[in-house]
Nanobody, 124 residues
Framework: QVELVESGGGVVQAGGSLRLSCVPSGKSVSSLAMGWFRQAPGKEREGVAEIEKEVDSISYAASVKGRFTISRDKNKNILYLQMNRVKPEDTGMYYC?????????????????WGQGTQVTVSS
């Protein structure tokens, strides 16, 4: 079992930046496929970004490509999501996710492990 703990959420103005962090307990960030999903009130959970285990193959949702960057620090064992030029539509609960195999941004239900979430609110 892997426990994921997120941090870094908060309130930010449109156009600003925020960095989310996720620490997996019991496993290294390199040994898992890891990613970020988000869920706005009244909407379904959607994939934001994912990074494959062992290799640095990365995918982004079209809505965040060019603005968000997913990365991992293997020495600190932390997964990051750098959010730049944020928009009000980026508001939502952001969840760290991990999988023993692969993460599919379009199929959240296939993911093995989830964090509790960290709230991001973008004010206009």
């Amino acid at each position: 079992q892997v426990e994921l703990v997120e941090s870094g959420g908060g309130v930010v103005q449109a156009g600003g930046s925020l960095r989310l962090s996720c620490v997996p307990s019991g496993k290294s960030v390199s040994s898992l496929a890891m990613g970020w999903f988000r869920q706005a009130p009244g909407k379904e959970r959607e994939g934001v970004a994912e990074i494959e285990k062992e290799v640095d193959s990365i995918s982004y949702a079209a809505s965040v490509k060019g603005r968000f960057t997913i990365s991992r620090d293997k020495n600190k064992n932390i997964l990051y999501l750098q959010m730049n030029r944020v928009k009000p539509e980026d508001t939502g609960m952001y969840y760290c996710a991990a999988d023993e195999g692969s993460i599919f941004l379009s199929v959240p239900s296939s993911t093995d492990y989830w964090g509790q979430g960290t709230q991001v609110t973008v004010s206009s």
